[in-house]
């Protein structure tokens, strides 16, 4: 689901009975302004920031749905500018940085101490590390390709590439890059993991 944030007023993107039953992503689009987060339409004071193209990740078990005084999460730009936000029901995505709505804060590091290169026309090509992909970046890619990304946890999610893309959204056991159309397109990047 996506929700536009517009250049003023506060808008809610996510009820309390939501809050109260499931795992949620929130992503900010990685091209819109600067949003803030707050507990309630009449909440005064500054919000919780969020950065274009970070996101909060929320988990039933953290206690949200509990929060006193709120009525789920509203959200306003930080500037002048319009926003959009993507909503994941039922679904608590780890990504490089991660925040909570909550008082704390944890950030993952961009650096990684394994990794590999690929560069291929021929498919499919599955790449299977002993360490935890979490970031796959395609330098090249000269045609529409399909990339199914196998998860630690078992998910398989499929993902149609046609142009340079960087996927850091999952903790990936495995991915394989097939041709559907059966063009053989040059594809290459490379894979970093703990």
């Known amino acids: 689901m996506t929700k536009t944030i517009?250049?003023?007023g506060r808008?809610?993107?996510v009820t309390q009975d939501l809050l109260e039953q499931d795992a949620l992503t929130?992503?900010?689009d990685s091209t819109g302004a600067d949003i803030e987060v707050y507990s309630s339409e009449g909440q005064e004071g500054d919000g919780f920031p969020l950065r274009s193209d970070d996101e909060i990740v929320i988990r039933e078990e953290d206690g949200f749905g509990s929060a006193e005084a709120s009525d789920g999460l509203w959200m306003e730009t930080a500037t002048?500018?319009?926003s959009s936000v993507f909503v994941l029901k039922g679904v608590a995505v780890e990504r490089n940085?991660?925040?909570d709505v909550a008082v704390?804060?944890?950030v993952r590091s961009n650096s990684f101490r394994n990794g590999e290169d690929f560069d291929t026309t021929t498919y499919p090509l599955t790449i299977d590390p002993v360490p935890t992909v979490q970031q796959i970046l395609l330098s090249i890619v000269e045609g529409e390709?399909?990339?199914d990304v196998t998860t630690t946890d078992g998910d398989v999610v499929t993902i149609p590439v046609d142009s340079k893309s960087v996927i850091d959204s999952y903790f990936v056991e495995e991915f394989t890059?097939?041709?559907p159309s059966g063009t053989t397109p040059r594809v290459a990047g490379g894979w970093a993991g703990e």
Do not use: K
């Open 104 to 106: 704390t804060t944890t």
């Open 26 to 28: 929130i992503r900010v």
């Open 97 to 99: 940085a991660r925040r």
């Open 145 to 147: 390709i399909e990339l």
């Open 11 to 13: 808008v809610q993107v």
């Open 80 to 82: 002048a500018n319009p």
């Open 6 to 8: 517009p250049s003023t």
């Open 177 to 179: 890059l097939r041709d």
